[in-house]
């Protein structure tokens, strides 16, 4: 595991029960065990929580790849948009996000979130995030 898919989880991504489970070509693969801070409706999955892992993992895979760059950046988010495939049940939940676009100011990532079966995925979610260096 890269010292960057290890540091820099949030605290809110560490009070919903995130942790790095895996990397998978230098993505980190999060995840989070079903639990009272991640319930919504009984049963189920928050969407809130599934909104946080994704946006999480998003992060992960964008501070990984700049430390392996070697590039230093404040992250701002534009913007970021959730789709909600099936329900989230009493079951872990796994995430893992792709750069679609690095340039010198913006990154485009594309996130999914799953349970058993990766090629079925629970949620998607489509970020854009601003970079600034780390200076300003």
Known sequence: MSDAGK???TPYARSLG???????HG???LMF?????VEGRPGHLHGGATSGLLE??????LRNELARLGRKHRLKPINITVQFLSAGKQRPTYA??????????NANIAVEAWQDDRD???ATAIMNIFMTD???
Not at 18 to 24: R, Y
């Open 7 to 9: 540091a820099g989880l």
């Open 18 to 24: 995130i942790t790095v489970h895996d990397e998978e």
């Open 27 to 29: 993505a980190p693969v």
């Open 33 to 37: 065990d079903f639990g009272g801070e």
């Open 56 to 61: 999480t993992a998003a992060y992960a895979i």
């Open 96 to 105: 893992k996000g792709r750069i679609t676009k690095l340039g010198r100011r």
């Open 120 to 122: 079925r995925p629970i």
């Open 134 to 136: 780390e200076d300003r």
